[in-house]
């Protein structure tokens, strides 16, 4: 007698268990699953930042911008050895060839000089950094131009030749009259190549993001010859100075603002893929032993009291340890609660932290039992 009542209150507990799980359900709210950092692939100061947390993003969007070095030619010439790529290290190519490239200047000649030849006067002994002078060539006088003094030296200065035509090594006579008189004269010279000029990059270097010159290429003073960013490129591939959304989603932070500066590997932003949107919801402890992980559930919007459309989903996580109440909660019940997520497939009516119902599926009927052998 006392078996039979206890198989019958075994299998009134097992019916009014599956009864309850049917009945039961619980309100629950939208909330992220993951996030995803978005990081600085090069080193600079940040853009235009239009986006705020809460905004909506789809891959491929452009989230930020971020700043490059721009820099322009010192000279007006040519292009020559031009030795760095776009994603080169400004560091490793400058090591090598003393500068990422060179420009043969317009003004071809130079002059070096020194004082032999000059008029005796103290005053002619006396040479001044940029200041302007005149040439002849000391032949027969057929080949006249003008210069300006660029450097001084222990031996005597150099000139550089900025109008007239000359033959290399040919000897100049310089003075300081536009008439040449012998009381105006200088020195004496011979004419030669002027020398590449080095292109210096701005800040510290970092690596090439953009190229927008070709070897060969004749460029004017201060016209933009390549763009820089902070930083060693991975790969040494250069892509824009734009960062691209990895997913679709939603903003979850805006940790860089406009004008801030960031070095590679600093988080720009962090985004909620809508993939990985979950219903958090709240379950008491009478009730743990009703849900288990991967068990199916059905949910529905709060507000659609028509019910038009409901999600399917199942558990994928159930809390172990107890939810505290806050301290200004008020302490209604003694029982404790535990917190339970269930994935689902959002859509775009789907927005964090919409109110959700969430309904227990029976799954029973999906499963058959083996035959016994």
């Known amino acids: 007698m006392k078996k039979l009542f206890a198989m019958l209150m075994v299998l009134a507990l097992v019916l009014g268990s599956a009864a309850m799980a049917e009945e039961l359900s619980y309100d629950g709210q939208v ?6 950092p978005v990081a600085a692939p090069f080193g600079g100061r940040m853009g235009e930042v239009k ?4 905004d909506p993003v789809a891959a491929g969007d452009t989230l930020a911008e971020i700043k490059t070095t721009l820099n322009y030619a010192p000279v007006e010439g040519t292009v020559t050895g031009l030795y760095v790529a776009e994603g080169d290290s400004v560091a490793d190519v400058k090591t090598r060839y003393g500068a ?3 420009i043969e200047p317009t003004r071809k000649y130079k002059v070096e000089a020194t004082s032999e030849k000059a008029f005796n006067s103290s ?7 940029g200041e302007r002078v005149y040439l002849t060539c000391a032949s027969d006088g057929t080949h006249e131009g003008t210069g300006v003094v660029t450097a001084l030296t222990e031996t005597g ?5 900025t109008g007239g035509e000359f033959y290399l ?3 100049v006579y310089i003075y300081r009259n536009e008439k040449r008189t012998k009381e105006s004269r200088i020195g004496t010279g011979k004419v030669k190549r002027s020398d590449p000029v080095k292109v210096e990059t701005q800040g510290e270097g970092g690596s090439v993001l953009k190229l ?6 004749f460029v004017e003073r201060g016209e933009l010859l390549f763009e820089t960013v902070d930083g060693i490129l991975d790969g040494y591939y250069a892509p824009d100075n734009t960062i691209k959304s990895p997913v679709d989603g939603v903003i979850y932070s805006v940790d860089k603002k406009p004008g801030e500066t960031a070095a590679k590997g600093d988080t720009l932003m962090q985004l909620i893929p809508s993939k990985s949107f979950q219903v958090e919801f709240d379950v008491q402890e009478a009730d743990l032993f009703l849900l288990k992980v991967g068990q199916p559930v059905t949910m529905e919007l709060y507000w659609d009291n028509a019910a038009e459309k409901t999600y399917k ?3 994928v996580a159930i809390s172990h340890m107890n939810v505290e109440p806050a301290a200004n909660a008020e302490q209604t019940s003694t029982k404790k609660i535990y917190k339970a997520y269930a994935s689902f497939e959002a859509d775009d009516r789907i927005r964090l932290g919409m109110s959700m119902q969430i309904y227990l599926t029976d799954n029973t009927e999906d499963k058959t039992e083996e035959p016994e052998e």
């Open 31 to 36: 909330v992220a699953g993951e996030t995803v």
């Open 51 to 54: 986006l705020r947390a809460g």
């Open 100 to 102: 990422v490239m060179y």
């Open 123 to 129: 005053e002619n002994y006396f040479i001044h950094l």
């Open 157 to 161: 200065y150099t000139v550089e030749v």
């Open 169 to 171: 090594t040919e000897k």
């Open 212 to 217: 927008h010159v070709a070897n060969g290429d």
């Open 313 to 315: 989903g199942e558990i």
